[in-house]
């Protein structure tokens, strides 16, 4: 598949973020060759000129400026939002790396978040972070599942990665989202996980816009036993699903004594930092 590439200048790499648990932002790139079907940040292709579909472009951020130590110091940082940092184009262009070998000077709370198992070429650099998460997505341990759903790693490589991040002394989060409504099983998963990882996070499937209907359509044929309780969920705007599972996390969570966070309302907890004054 190929994907359309080109570089565009930016005046400043760092962004006020409106996520719950950041200051910041830092997006290396536009776009995403991952194409995951899920993706919500297929949005931002309305703020370029691309005509390609979203996962078919990606524009390589170059900046002349450099980051500011003191806007980031005592700050949390997130790499990245609306973009794999370590998509397969930052083996070319090296984006995240030269970002990296600014803020790893930073005092600042630094979360990367990918689907790729690239980030472990840049070990050097990462156990110099004072302050450093590392979280790898994953929400099946299915690989024609993944395979369905995105072009990212495998699901192989990717708990590869968590253990190699935790045998370096780096704190891993094993980012369980978006969950699949009777496809992500997700005790299965932390059984199989739970000796290298250090904190689980969990985010429930939201389905808007134009990959709703994609997404319900292939359930619908891959998995035709639950059309049911997918048209409950997100047609009939069904709650008890995700406050039963939520439950149900908590509960097993307890008991077993792992660290976690439900991101399951997500879009709650940004309203509520906006409405507290957040950026």
């Known amino acids: 598949m190929r994907i359309v590439e080109n570089e565009i200048a930016v005046k400043d790499l760092v962004t006020k973020s409106n996520l719950p648990a950041s200051?910041?932002?830092?997006?290396?790139?536009?776009?995403?060759?991952?194409?995951?079907?899920?993706?919500?940040?297929?949005?931002?292709?309305?703020?370029?000129?691309?005509?390609?579909?979203?996962?078919?472009?990606?524009?390589?951020?170059?900046?002349?400026?450099?980051?500011d130590k003191k806007r980031l110091r005592g700050k949390s940082v997130f790499l990245s939002s609306v973009t794999d940092c370590y998509n397969p184009f930052e083996e070319k262009y090296g984006n995240t790396r030269k970002i990296l070998e600014q803020l790893v000077s930073i005092e600042c709370e630094l979360n990367i978040s990918t689907k790729s198992h690239l980030i472990v070429r840049d070990l050097d650099l990462l156990k110099g972070c004072k302050n450093l998460i590392v979280s790898i997505s994953v929400n099946t341990l299915d690989e024609q599942f993944k395979s369905d759903m995105d072009q990212a790693s495998s699901i192989g490589k990717r708990l590869e990665t968590l253990e190699t991040l935790h045998e370096n002394g780096i704190y891993t989060v094993l980012f369980m989202s978006p969950?699949?409504?009777?496809?992500?099983?997700?005790?299965?998963?932390?059984?199989?996980?739970?000796?290298?990882?250090?904190?689980?996070?969990?985010?429930?499937?939201n389905l808007r816009g134009?990959?709703?209907?994609?997404?319900?359509?292939?359930?619908?044929?891959?998995?035709?036993q639950l059309g049911e309780l997918y048209d409950d969920i997100y047609v009939k705007k069904n709650r008890n699903f995700w406050n039963n599972l939520s439950a149900d996390i908590e509960e097993y969570c307890g008991i077993h004594s792992i660290k976690h966070i439900n991101y399951f309302y997500h879009k709650e907890l940004v309203d509520a930092k906006l409405s507290q004054g957040g950026h």
């Open 23 to 67: 200051d910041y932002v830092i997006n290396p790139y536009v776009g995403c060759p991952h194409g995951c079907r899920y993706c919500y940040a297929c949005f931002m292709k309305r703020f370029t000129r691309h005509r390609e579909e979203w996962g078919r472009f990606i524009d390589i951020k170059r900046c002349d400026k450099p980051i």
């Open 210 to 224: 134009s990959y709703k209907q994609d997404i319900l359509g292939y359930i619908k044929n891959a998995y035709p």
């Open 179 to 205: 969950i699949f409504p009777g496809v992500t099983d997700y005790k299965k998963i932390i059984e199989k996980t739970r000796r290298y990882v250090d904190e689980y996070w969990f985010e429930n499937l």
